[in-house]
């Protein structure tokens, strides 16, 4: 838990507390710390939208995110920027800010980059038109190993 909480720049109680939530929705295993991919998947592809909705806000500058960050920069022609507020962001660009789904998200770009890039993915399916959502669900589905969901 120490090692996940300096990785995400929260107390380790956090973390603690979180993964018991996350085991009461069965997305985690309640022997172990292992996901439940098939709950997991279906949450993330299909839920996130409705539980954690983004809207688009004010131009400011920070770290991009959704359509506007790798991997999905390279799949989609966007005309619009989409950032994570941070003005003190080393690589901050100007873009409309969405709110990311925890405080700290604009420093996992460089603290735990792999883990920025699925939160941008998340971040795709929270905001973005039904075709950047397929891209993001099909990058989500390889990258986190989840099982292909019916529907």
């Keep these: 838990m120490a090692v996940l909480a300096e990785e ?10 979180s993964l018991r939530r ?5 997305l985690l295993r309640p022997s172990g710390r292992d996901s439940n991919p098939r709950a997991l998947g279906e949450f993330l592809l299909y839920g996130a939208r409705y539980a954690f909705p983004a809207v688009r806000g004010p131009i400011a500058v920070g770290v991009p995110t959704a359509h506007s960050a790798s991997p ?3 799949l989609v022609d966007a005309t619009d920027v989409t950032v994570w507020p941070a003005p003190d962001a080393n690589a901050g660009i100007q873009g409309f800010a969405i709110a990311p789904l925890y405080r700290g998200a604009p420093a996992l770009v460089e603290r ?4 920025y890039a699925l939160l941008t993915l998340v971040d795709a399916l929270r905001l ?3 075709g950047v959502r397929g891209f993001a669900r099909q990058l989500l589905t390889e990258s986190l190993g989840i099982p292909k969901i019916a529907g």
């Design 8 to 17: 995400l720049a929260v107390v380790p109680s956090q973390v603690h507390s």
């Design 22 to 26: 996350l085991e009461r929705a069965g």
């Design 72 to 74: 999905l920069a390279a």
């Design 112 to 115: 735990a980059p792999e883990t």
């Design 128 to 130: 973005a038109d039904r």
